[in-house]
T-cell receptor, first 114, second 113 residues
């Protein structure tokens, strides 16, 4: 059972454009939603994360939008640059004593064309 | 730089063999978890250790086992290797009090032939 569904699987955006990646989750016990960036041959790097008490979080060019009622969250990359080309994973977990780890989406391969 | 170091970076094993992968975390990171990432997939949670005891496990069989040591290092052991065990194995650690903020190492690539 896939508890976190991520789309699209791949995405091509022109330099300077906005990249948007979407995720949906099923488990209402999830209360932590991070995004990870992974370059080939490297481990995932934490990019930005949000908790359900806010609907949006912005860090530099990266913004997470969160819709609790729809059980959806998305990553927006503003002014996308070729260096942003990587695979992006959304994830979810529950805190407060749970040790279930992070549940990841299947990833989005993002290509920023110069 | 996450401060999570893994070894070896690459290794090849034969089906049926056993493998030990190692991880070293930053001082104070008393929670360590291991993930399996198959090619083209997202990481999957194997298990988590807190203060040297396993306190959470994903959908992996008992032949996947681990250890955590007082010096913030840990091991992942896999017995009776199968071809489907070929994957990138990621170690991740977190600081107490930081909630779910998890930092990953670069991983160990395991190929089973």
């Amino acid at each position: 059972q896939q508890q976190v569904k991520q789309s699209p699987q791949s995405l091509i955006v022109q330099k300077g454009g906005i990249s948007i990646i979407n995720c949906a989750y099923e488990n209402t016990a999830f209360d932590y939603f991070p995004w990870y960036q992974q370059f080939p041959g490297k481990g995932p790097a934490l990019l930005i994360a949000i908790r359900p008490d806010v609907s949006e979080k912005k860090e530099g060019r990266f913004t997470i939008s969160f819709n609790k009622s729809a059980k959806q969250f998305s990553l927006h990359i503003m002014d996308s640059q070729p260096g942003d080309s990587a695979t992006y994973f959304c994830a979810a977990s529950r805190s407060g004593g749970g040790a279930d780890g992070l549940t990841f989406g299947k990833g989005t391969h993002l290509i920023i064309q110069p | 730089e996450t401060g999570v170091t893994q070894s070896p970076t690459h290794l090849i094993k034969t089906r049926g063999q056993q493998v030990t992968l190692r991880c070293s975390s930053q001082s104070g990171h008393n929670t360590v978890s291991w993930y399996q990432q198959a090619l083209g997939q997202g990481p999957q949670f194997i298990f988590q250790y807190y203060r040297e005891e396993e306190n959470g496990r994903g959908n992996f069989p008992p032949r996947f086992s681990g250890l955590q040591f007082p010096n913030y290092s840990s091991e992942l052991n896999v017995n009776a290797l199968e071809l489907d065990d070929s994957a990138l194995y990621l170690c991740a650690s977190s600081l107490p009090g930081t909630g779910n903020t998890i930092y990953f190492g670069e991983g160990s690539w395991l190929t089973v032939v």
